[in-house]
């Protein structure tokens, strides 16, 4: 995008700036008082144009329009066509500059969005970990942790309602968080791809495979938290044997070749001869030859798969942040099903991370194509860690039902009690949910989440506090609003 450019006011302010020398710019502005006038334009000019360049730096698009508003003011005072002629071309740069503005701008306020969040999740944090519970299971703070504070969370909370109006700047936030998540997986995935590879050299070099050389050196590796790099070349290395024995049987036999192996010894550029013994010479070599190329070709192709990998991983971390898996998913089936992943499975699932192109796709349309993969891959698995989505749904229903119930305990109408006593009726509920699940645990034959409870406590009747705010999720991955 074009940008308000520094080098155009030096050329703009510069003696030469229409192939005149100092004498032919002071004759084109002319002398006098004209001359002067024309030349105090010429600095105002520079001066608005400085402040426009900050401006759209800065992503600042309200102090940009004003400086623009201000050179025009200014051409309409000025009747030097020189000076004119400037600063219609500070207006013009301005204007083109205007679109790269608003993208620096949208990004100031996704970052603003992310910082806010990150400080909100830091006070909520330190809030709880002063919370303590009393016989009575009212909540109260062991600590100190001021009004002052409270009213810093109340306008932070405030203030990020109000930016995440900006549907745009709230897309680019989620792009900006999940890009730091996949290069952070994407670092980590390739360390341990430089580990993996210094130890399969290590291994190559130890001598014989199976000998005690190599096991002394297997077993370091494995020591060093490198098993998976052990297992995987000895997989490797089985494979190779097993290729070997089979290429020896292709040797020796003397059976007519099939039409399969006539194929292949065609697609390789030998036609079959009488001599059945070089035939199935050249067979057997060519068999052996592609297993080690697809051997070598997986290891090389390995940089790519952990790529995939971060996105998978970074999909499912995104996933369990906004609600839509549970926080410790990593205890489940599904977890084990992804981790299991083969690279040959993940470099099928690459090819749906571009376009037709080769163009990759935006950070939120990778994440909709892998949890769509793993959704088609493993729907049983899928299902139940996302039931967890129903259960919170309903554990969100119960929360706001026992909140309205001590707010009219307490003789306060839901609907016009203050932020402050709902926040302290919520609290109080969050502690009777606790006290609910652990009894729920307790039974032999619990039932699931929210179900459970409302079975033993039977219908609720009280009213719905619109005011109760969902806290832990955002209505789903899949379901987030894009502009």
Known sequence: MPKFSREYLRQATSPGMFGLGVTGLGEQLGTGLQGRRARDAQMQMMTLGNQAISASEQGDMQALNMRRQQLMDLLSKTTNEAARENIINAINQINAARPATQARATTNKAESIIKTEQA????????????????????????????????AMQALEDRLA????????????????????????????????????QGRRVL??????????????????????????????????????????????????????????????KDNGFDPSDNIKNDRMILATIFQKTVERQIIQANRNKGGVADVRAHVDATLETLAEYGDLPLNFIKSDLYDKVKDLSDQELTSLAGLLERPSGEELSALEIQDAVTQFIADKFPKQWAAATKYREDLDLDMQDLAKITNS??????????????????IARRQAEIQ????????????????????????????????????ERRTGTGGQMRRRRP
Do not use: H, W
Not at 222 to 231: H, I, N, P, Q, S
């Open 204 to 265: 190559s070099a130890a001598g014989p495979f199976g000998g005690e050389a190599y096991k002394t050196e297997a077993q370091r590796l494995k020591d060093a938290g490198l098993g998976e790099t052990v297992d995987a070349y000895e997989k490797d290395q089985y494979d190779l044997l097993e290729a070997r024995d089979k290429a020896d049987d292709i040797r020796r036999s003397r059976e007519p070749l099939t039409v399969e192996e006539i194929k292949t010894l």
């Open 162 to 197: 109000v930016m995440k109006q900006d549907g745009q700047a709230v897309t680019e936030a989620d792009s900006i968080k999940y890009n730091t998540k996949f290069q952070r997986l994407q670092k980590e995935n390739q360390l341990a791809e430089q580990q993996g590879e």
């Open 120 to 151: 909100l999740k830091d006070m909520k944090t330190e809030r709880e970990s002063l919370q303590i519970t009393d016989a009575q299971g009212q909540v109260q703070l062991s600590g100190v942790f001021t009004s002052g504070q409270d009213r």
């Open 406 to 423: 001590i707010l009219q305990d307490d003789g306060i109408d839901p609907e016009t009690a203050t932020e402050e006593q709902t926040e």
């Open 433 to 468: 949910l606790r006290i609910a699940e652990r009894a729920v645990d307790a039974e032999d034959t619990p039932a699931r989440g929210g179900q459970g409870r409302r079975e033993r406590r039977g219908e609720s009747v009280r009213i719905e506090n619109a005011g109760i």
